[in-house]
Every structure is written in C-alpha cells, then in structure tokens.
C-alpha cells in the first residue's frame, strides 16, 4: 500500500490474525477486510498464462478447505504468500562458527518481532558484553530489561475495551489525542515521542495511557506511532489530525465510512 499497490483482502487460514490486532485494525481503517479461517485453493492464470486474474479461496479448518464454501477474488493480479518471517542470523553465525569470535546478536538477527522488543533485546546485549569483559553494572537493571524483552514476545492481551476519553470540559480546553491501541504489547515510541510527557507505558502488558491535563495537542505522537492508533481532534477548530502511512496531496477529499 505505502508503494502505491491496491490490496484487495487479507486472507488467513488461522480463525484469528496471527499479528498484533493494532496492525490489523490499521489495515481495517483502509477498508481493506481480513478474511480469517480462509484457505487459497488455486490461482487463475490469464489468457496468455503470463499471470493471474484471480483466486479461489475457501473457508477452512485445521487448514483443510471445506468442501462447497469457495469463491472467487476476481480482478487480482498478484497474489502475496507469507509463511511467517525467519531471523537474518547469517552473519551471527558466520562470526561464531567460522571465526570463532565473541559475537553478539539483538534485533531481527535474533528474533523478528516489534522495535521496541529489539531495543530490550539490544540494552539486554549490551549488558552481557559489560559482563564478558568483566566490567560492573546493575545486575538487577539487567534482570528487569531481560524480562521486559521475554514479556515483549507474549502474544497481545487485551487490556482495555475502550480508548480513554478526555472529560467533556477538557474537550473544549485544548486539542487533544485519543489512543486506539487497547492490547498489551512490545511497543511504545508513543510514550518518547511526547515533549509534555502526557502519555505512559509501564511495561510490553500495559497499554498507553494519556494524562489529558499534561497533553497540550501538539499532534507529535500521532505521526509517531508506528501503528497509526492515535487521533488528534481540536474541536474548536473543527480539525482532526488521521494518520496516513502515504502521499496524499493537499486538499484531496477525505471519505469516513
Ligand atoms: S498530542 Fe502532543 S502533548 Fe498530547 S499526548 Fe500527543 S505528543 Fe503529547
Ligand atoms: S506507539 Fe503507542 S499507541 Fe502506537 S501502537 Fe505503539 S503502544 Fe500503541
């Protein structure tokens, strides 16, 4: 999408999205349906066999279809297969196996996850190379950064029904932000990328949470979070801040639906 493509569905075998459910509702928001408990059966080639129109897909279970539920996506001409991600370890291994060194790993050579689980696992690194060479450091800091990092691979748990709001006199004070983001999880450029300090993340279970009374509605948050979950409002200006992950040009019409 960001490279200009048009996504038609997302399908899914699992009966639930197998990523973070802040993602997949960003997907949402682009009208784009994720289609779970479904399986691709066969692509259709075009005339000349050169590529694709379409797909047959059908619902499924314990990833076998089930027999008279397919259907067509027609007016396709790719169809993009993910089969999950494996960490690029290549050189990790090479620098330990073949040349014997000291190496250390962090980030998607160790694990493919969310950034802020590949800051954690970095910080923990970073301690266990002060500790190869025999230099002090608070070995109970470690302990709470490595288990931040084991906690950040839980899978979301949900932790909130509803985004916080501001009180209805707030609403009027100032411009403020509401956060959609309600599942505990390794992620939080949200909480440092505000200047007044208004919005918190204890730990990778929590969710952010906004102090409406420190926000001033300066929008920064909204372009930083890397899940598009924040929204920014100023009432009495009749605006609202959306954030967007492409171009979009100055004074192009904007549909809610
Ligand atoms: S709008 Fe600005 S002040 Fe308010 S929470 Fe976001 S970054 Fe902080
Ligand atoms: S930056 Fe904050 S609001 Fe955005 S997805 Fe991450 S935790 Fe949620």
Not at 122 to 127: D, L, N, P, Y
Not at 178 to 198: H, K, M, R, T, V
Not at 226 to 232: K, R
Request: proline content about 5%; charged content about 25%.
């Amino acid at each position: 999408m960001q490279a200009g493509g048009c996504v038609k569905a997302i399908i899914e075998a699992q009966p639930n999205e197998g990523g973070f459910p802040v993602q997949a509702n960003r997907i949402r928001r682009l009208g784009i349906p994720i289609m779970t408990s479904k399986i691709l059966l066969k692509a259709i080639p075009n005339k000349e066999n050169t590529g694709i129109t379409g797909a047959v897909i059908a619902d499924c279970k314990n990833f076998e279809p089930i027999p008279g539920t397919e259907k067509l996506i027609d007016g396709i001409d790719a169809i993009n297969i993910c089969t999950g991600l494996e960490s690029d370890d290549q050189l990790l291994i090479k620098g330990r196996e073949i040349f014997g060194r000291n190496v250390y790993g962090s980030g998607d050579a160790i694990r493919i996850g969310e950034g802020t689980s590949a800051v954690l696992k970095g910080k923990q690194v970073a301690f266990e190379i002060l500790d190869d060479l025999a230099e002090h450091f608070d070995y109970n800091e470690y302990l709470a950064i490595s288990k931040e990092y084991i906690d950040s691979q839980q899978h979301p748990v949900r932790v909130i029904e509803r985004a916080f709001d501001p009180t209805e006199e707030r609403i009027w004070q100032k411009p403020f932000v509401i956060i959609d983001c309600l599942y505990g999880f390794a992620c939080n450029p949200c909480e440092f990328s505000c200047p007044q300090g208004a919005i918190r993340k204890t730990s990778t279970s929590t969710v952010p949470t906004i102090d409406f009374e420190k926000c001033i509605g300066c929008m920064e948050c909204v372009y930083q979070c890397p899940g598009l979950a924040i929204f920014g409002y100023n009432i009495n200006k009749d605006w609202i801040f959306l954030p967007i992950e492409y171009d979009v040009d100055e004074g192009s019409d904007v549909f809610f639906s």
